[in-house]
């Protein structure tokens, strides 16, 4: 009896009060990126169905799938840009669709990038790169000052030899600027648009914007790039400079997680493939086996229409 | 008519009459656009917070109401309203007026920017975001400076029938000093004693002249803010 009420219960939560209902299971510590029990409807359209996978460091991963498999939802449920219905994603131990974990500290250790750039059209390239770190080192650097000031106050009515030494303040604003800045300038030189630091976005071609946006996310410093289908969007000519630079980063030892269409480009880069379908993983494996040798029906499927 | 214009021009106190009710005009157009822009713009911020956080949804209702309610109701029977049944306190029929006003435009304006801000694109917010922006941060830096370019031509165009507007608020009953005294009853009471085409052909010429600098202020204004964005 008991189980069977347990059940009703479970299913009323999920249907009714939208909970969570999926157990929390032990994380694996080696894990960047862990997912548990994940899924994410809408309605009655179920996009993803109780995912589990676990990325290790310096993997890349490609995820391919006919469209309307969930590829992209299972990309941004990574950093809960979409917050899955039910399941957990954990980032090096971090549970992020827990409420009291700062969702915005840990993306800020993630980088994406998307299919249609989504570059700040109200700043130069220049901001574009340098805002985020900026702000969230500014950010930094005014809760010490706070913390200063709390100790400094608190430090008036103790006794001399009880005093506490305030925290030294090593950053000011103009040096947390300048070496923004001049990161800014290194990245941008590294893809060869350092010229084109201070102009606004809507001048740049498709691939530029497109390379603009992968260093605006490497100037966090992330630990985990996703790529939600980068080369979509872009003119034929101008695949080749986008997936170079992304060649690049992976050859650097960055862990990468690609939503792509490209198949000789996931077949060359990846050290893992995930074909999904009707939101579940219906295979995986090294990109020699899914490609030379698939089991999967759905995916012989695939991949006799798509090479 | 040309002499009623002669009559009108040598006349200091048909003068002073224009002079007041161009100033009056003036003074509840502007009183009433501030409490527009402030009510509008907490009303468009409550709308779309309520998109993101739960907790304002109720709030966001009563907003919700109060721009059904005042944009689909008549300004005079607003007017009315506000000066016959609930502010009947002696005197303060005038800042009734003004408030009537404040109120019927803030629903108007509150359109206007929340139709600016959901103008600008998602994937600007989600890239805010996706990089560890705060919502807070994200919107006040990224997607309002975006949203400004659309939201300024239409509260100045919000603002300019504003001004027309004002127009009605002799109805509500006005002598000469008060508030009320609007360009358009200056051109009334005048008209008694004059013709009524010589009257109210100044009061439009007048009118027109503010609404047309207007327009120009607001090219101005539209200008520079594209400017900016392509260089």
Redesign the interface.
Known sequence: MKSANEKNVKEYKAKYLNKRTAPIEPFDPEALLEVQHLSKTYGHLTVLNDINEKIYKGEKIAIIGPSGSGKSTFLRCL?V?EDPTDGYVFFEGFNLCDLKVDI??????M??V?Q?F??????TILKNIT??PV??QMQELAKLKRLNLKIKIGNLFKKKDCQVPPIPVETNKKKIKADAEENAYRLLKRIGLEEKAN??P??LSGGQRQRI?IV??LA?NPKVMLFDEPTSALDPEMVGEVLNLIKELADEGMTMVIVTHEMGFAREIATRVLFMDGGNIMEQGSPEKIFGNPENDRLKDFLSKVL | MFEDLKKIFSSSEYLGYYLQGFGNTLIVTFSAALIGLILGFIVALVKIAAEHNKWMKIPAFICNVYTTVFRGTPVALQLFFWCFAVFTIPGFKPYAAILTFGINSGAYISENIRAGISSVDKGQLEAGRAIGLSWTTTMVRIIMPQAVKNIIPAIGNEIIALLKETAIISIVGSTVGTLTFDLNEAAHTISFKTSYIAAFMIAAILYLVVVYIFIIALKLIERRLRKSEKR
Request: aromatic share 14%.
């Open positions: 950093n840009l915005n500290v840990q993306r800020r250790r980088g994406m998307f249609s989504n570059l700040f059209n109200n700043m805002f985020a702000h969230v102009v606004y809507s001048t946006a605006r996310a966090m």
